[in-house]
């Protein structure tokens, strides 16, 4: 069964990376324990230069099927999982652990 493994973001900057999500077709995803160590982690890496790109992030999830999924697929994965009791329209990490 599909479950939640951890939070994400994906930017698609029209690059091909390697070893990314099988459903990334272009762009890079960086995952952590909660959305805003991702997003730590990728100014960190591109300095305050890229903080105009900021609006071309997605936020959401990994599967455990290696997949990104968006907030509100990943709000139906986790119920289906067992991962959260309650039907919600958009995951939050919080909502997880």
């Known amino acids: 069964m599909k479950t939640i493994l951890c939070a ?5 900057d029209g690059e ?5 999500p099988k459903n990334i077709q272009n762009g890079f995803v960086i995952c952590g324990h909660r ?10 890496m591109f300095g305050e230069s890229w903080m105009e790109k900021k609006k071309f992030i997605i936020q959401g999830f990994l599967t455990s099927d290696n997949e990104f999924v968006s ?3 990943a709000a139906k994965i986790a119920l289906a999982s067992g991962q ?3 039907e919600i ?3 939050f990490s919080e909502d997880l652990y």
């Open 8 to 12: 994400a973001i994906h930017l698609n």
């Open 16 to 20: 091909l990376w390697k070893h990314q």
């Open 35 to 44: 959305h805003h160590n991702c997003l730590s982690i990728f100014f960190g």
């Open 71 to 73: 907030r509100q697929d």
């Open 84 to 86: 959260i009791k309650e």
């Open 89 to 91: 329209e958009t995951l």
